[in-house]
């Protein structure tokens, strides 16, 4: 096999405050030759996954995984397809959702993380880093296994969900919405979003939280107080959902992104409402349940073809978009997952 020039984005720095994609990534090349070892395989990268989450990773601290080391390929989900293999149980064309990182081409091992997928009809690879992918999953378990929704679940319950334009908000609100009947209000950052929400995903309301009326739209729309608050923004925002808890609510701590880049975080102003309403606020981490991730797959696959569930993508082309486009997505520029679309797919090669 011909050497592969494989294109790399590495971490080249530590930001303290905002990300400069100058200073804080570098470009790479590196020379694959094409060699396998024992049950290896080598894919070609077709879509990378933004996240909120890998502003963390990059931050030299305690976490529940361990960071981006200086100088390593920015780590990410991706999808890619199998161009060589040395494995019985991945054949050349394959589809494979795996950690590559940053990169077009990557030389992977057997792992939990290899995981071989078959997007059904009308359905993108991509979908598999969106809906079906750990952007779903978060939602589906901070719903079930932190909300609770089963047992809270209903059209007398009213869930509110911050970023709900984003990858994770829109499904956790079309999930509350649609498979279990809520009063769903999703918080969006425009006016364009906040259509979005309410015209293509049918939810009950959507609120601007740049508004200056923000604060009393949301007890506007919230008369019986908020039952399951989906925070994936932290800061004002749940400070003011924590004034509209309702007595054992629940608020599912999913993500802050509103904080990530500050250099020094502050936190919420008005937690005493879990001591007064007996509510509860709660972190999770989606890994926490890999056991259960098939059934929750299968769930989310079957809304899907139910309806239920939509998708939409905001996608940029080409590795090296990459560090710019990750700050578009802390600008709150995308709607649904932010994606890097690397190659396309050699459909020719599927077995």
């Known amino acids: ?18 990300i400069d994609p100058k200073t804080t990534f570098k470009v790479q090349k590196e020379s694959l030759s094409g060699e396998l070892g024992p049950n290896e395989i080598l894919v070609k990268v077709l879509y ?7 502003r963390g990773w990059m931050r030299d601290v305690r976490s529940y995984i361990r960071p981006v080391r200086i100088d390593e390929v920015m780590r990410s989900a991706d999808v890619a397809q199998v161009i060589k293999s040395n494995n019985t149980n991945y054949k050349v064309g394959e589809l494979v959702r795996a950690t590559c990182g940053w990169q077009e081409y990557a030389v992977l091992k057997p792992s939990e993380d290899l995981v071989k997928i078959k997007a059904f009809p009308g359905v993108s690879p991509s979908t598999y880093l969106g809906v079906l992918g750990m952007t779903g999953l978060t939602a589906y378990f901070g719903l079930y296994e932190v909300g609770e929704i089963v047992k809270k679940g209903g059209p007398n319950c009213t ?27 999703g918080i969006a950052g425009s006016p364009d979003k906040c259509d979005y929400l309410v015209k293509e995903l049918g939810l009950d309301a959507a609120l601007n939280y740049k508004s200056k009326t923000f604060f009393k739209d949301l007890c506007a729309v919230t008369p019986k107080l908020i ?11 749940l400070d003011a959902c924590l004034r509209r808890i309702a007595f054992k609510g629940r608020i599912i ?21 879990l001591i007064t309403q007996r509510a509860r606020m709660e972190g999770f981490i989606v890994f926490d349940y890999a056991k259960q991730y098939g059934k929750a797959i299968e769930d989310m696959s079957q809304w899907i073809k139910e309806g239920k569930l939509q998708s939409r993508e905001t ?30 797919e050699d459909t020719r090669s599927r077995l």
Do not use: W
Request: proline share 4%; glycine share 10%.
């Open 253 to 273: 701590v999913c993500g802050a992104i509103s904080t990530y880049n500050d250099a020094t975080p502050k936190g919420p102003a008005y937690y005493s409402a």
């Open 315 to 344: 996608i940029v082309h080409g590795i090296e978009s990459a560090p710019d486009a990750l700050v578009k997505l802390f600008k709150g520029e995308n709607t649904g997952k932010m994606l890097v679309k690397v190659a396309e």
């Open 1 to 18: 096999m011909v050497a592969i020039e494989n294109t790399q984005i590495v971490l080249a720095s530590r930001p303290v405050a905002d």
């Open 48 to 54: 990378i996954s933004l996240d909120p989450a890998m």
């Open 227 to 237: 039952d399951i608050f989906f925070d994936n923004t932290g800061g004002d925002i």
């Open 159 to 185: 869930v509110v969900v911050s970023g709900a334009a984003g990858a994770t908000g829109m499904v956790a609100a079309q999930i509350a919405k649609h498979v279990f009947g809520c009063r769903v209000i």
